[in-house]
T-cell receptor, first 112, second 116 residues
Framework: DAGVIQSPRHEVTEMGQEVTLRCKPI?????LFWYRQTMMRGLELLIY????????DSGMPEDRFSAKMPNASFSTLKIQPSEPRDSAVYFC??????????FGEGSRLTVL | AQKVTQAQTEISVVEKEDVTLDCVYE???????LFWYKQPPSGELVFLIR??????QNEISGRYSWNFQKSTSSFNFTITASQVVDSAVYFC?????????????FGQGTRLTINP
């Protein structure tokens, strides 16, 4: 079975550009989470969805960040405009109910 | 608020040594879950174990074992006869049953290096 699929794996962009990260959760999973990993702050939860509905976005850093889940098989995390401090690895994870949380391989974002 | 502390930032041992990674947590909930994840150099996060707050039995899986002690709020992870392939960053995490959502809060991680 395919795991959580994230794209792109690597993204290098310039400050001010829009960045869109994509995630395909495991089929049948009803929870989807976006995490960010940096050296300074470790792994932080940004937002999570249940049945495509955003439940808690208190971890989203600021209005430049937005996330959507238009259907059960797709989610996006958008940063507009991007800044160098947004450079990080962004992980998407999904789970079914309260089962094991499966992570994607991450999207490494570098903002110059 | 929930919090996870992994006081050991880095550990380096020689292959075949036993090594214990410490994890201390804080929570006000009586129902919670504790996790360990492994992040190898390739970057993905690999699930190792989940324990709920009502099950204090120690767990052993091959060379891996976990010691859960509610009295000290600790959930330590031991690798016996370590191998080079065990080199990775290990994260301890906690989730409370807040609104039934179980959001994971991670510790800062312990970078384990096994030298040949």
């Amino acid at each position: 079975d395919a795991g959580v699929i994230q794209s792109p794996r690597h993204e290098v962009t310039e400050m001010g550009q829009e960045v869109t990260l994509r995630c395909k959760p495991i089929s049948g999973h009803d929870y989807l989470f976006w995490y960010r990993q940096t050296m300074m702050r470790g792994l932080e939860l940004l937002i999570y969805f249940n049945n495509n509905v955003p439940i808690d976005d208190s971890g989203m850093p600021e209005d430049r960040f937005s996330a959507k889940m238009p259907n059960a098989s797709f989610s996006t995390l958008k940063i507009q405009p991007s800044e160098p401090r947004d450079s990080a690895v962004y992980f998407c994870a999904s789970r079914q109910g309260f089962g094991e949380l499966f992570f994607g391989e991450g999207s490494r974002l570098t903002v110059l | 608020a929930q919090k996870v502390t992994q006081a050991q930032t880095e550990i380096s041992v020689v292959e075949k040594e036993d090594v214990t990674l410490d994890c201390v947590y804080e929570t006000r909930d009586t129902t919670y879950y504790l996790f360990w994840y492994k992040q190898p150099p390739s970057g993905e996060l690999v699930f190792l174990i989940r324990r709920n707050s009502f099950d204090e039995q120690n767990e052993i899986s091959g060379r891996y074992s976990w010691n859960f002690q509610k009295s000290t709020s600790s959930f330590n992870f031991t690798i016996t006869a370590s191998q080079v392939v065990d080199s990775a960053v290990y994260f301890c995490a906690l989730s409370e049953d807040t609104q039934g959502a179980q959001k994971l809060v991670f510790g800062q991680g312990t970078r384990l290096t096994i030298n040949p």
